[in-house]
């Protein structure tokens, strides 16, 4: 099946540091990804669509500012977590469809887990 | 909006015990409906999948029934091993707005022991 990696799979960082988390899809080309963030003991929460040559969708709620996402290549998105703060520490991963259609399977990254100190 | 409600965890069973995880949905439109396993230090992996009313999705001794009257797509195995212990999550695809966005349930811890 198709491949997502994602790097780096764990971050330290210091408070006010901003953090750098890449997708990549290994095998095919996604002209969307998705980022979510999971909350232990808790779901997915869809954050962004990330969108190949335009600008990032975001979901309510969600800082555009705080969460950067770059979708440069047809094969690798990143989110920045701008000035990061504890509150931000939680698993971040990333998804990729294969296809267009909606029906089609989405092939998901290990995470990133960050930890803002 | 849509949202996805599945039982708490942990699940606890012995090895060739049945097992059902319970998902039940609110959903404007007609969604599709996954189940995605998270196997402990992976990511998440499309277990199945259906697409409409009354399809079966089924993978590796696991299925699950599309119900529209009750709105549940409940996962099912006949005979549990120790290695399918992992996290299950239920979700919907809307396609409002198009694309693949997905909601998620909270998950549901499985431990399978000897």
């Known amino acids: 099946g198709a491949v997502v990696s994602q790097h780096p799979s764990w971050v330290i960082c210091k408070s006010g540091t901003s953090v750098k988390i890449e997708c990549r899809s290994l095998d095919f080309q996604a002209t969307t990804m998705f980022w979510y963030r999971q909350f232990p003991k808790q779901s997915l929460m869809l954050m962004a669509t990330s969108n190949e040559g335009s600008k990032a969708t975001y979901e309510q709620g969600v800082e555009k500012d705080k969460f950067l996402i770059n979708h440069a290549s047809l094969t690798l998105s990143t989110l920045t977590v701008t000035s990061a703060h504890p509150e931000d520490s939680s698993f971040y991963i990333c998804?990729?469809?294969?296809?267009?259609?909606?029906?089609?399977?989405?092939?998901f990254g290990p995470g990133t887990r960050l930890t803002v100190l | 909006g849509n949202s996805v409600t599945q039982m708490e965890g942990p699940v606890t069973l012995s090895e060739e015990a049945f097992l059902t995880i319970n998902c039940t949905y609110t959903a404007t439109g007609y969604p599709s409906l996954f189940w995605y396993v998270q196997y402990p230090g992976e990511g998440l992996q499309l277990l199945l999948k259906?697409?409409?009313?009354?399809d079966k999705g089924s993978n590796k001794g696991f299925e699950a029934t599309y119900r529209k009257e009750t709105t549940s797509f409940h996962l099912e195995k006949g005979s549990v091993q120790v290695s399918d212990s992992a996290v299950y999550f239920c979700a919907l695809s809307d396609y409002s707005g198009g694309g693949n966005k997905l909601t998620f349930g909270t998950g549901t811890q499985l431990k399978v022991e000897l």
């Open positions: 998804s990729a469809p294969l296809g267009l259609a909606g029906y089609n399977e989405q092939f």
């Open positions: 259906a697409t409409k009313a009354d």
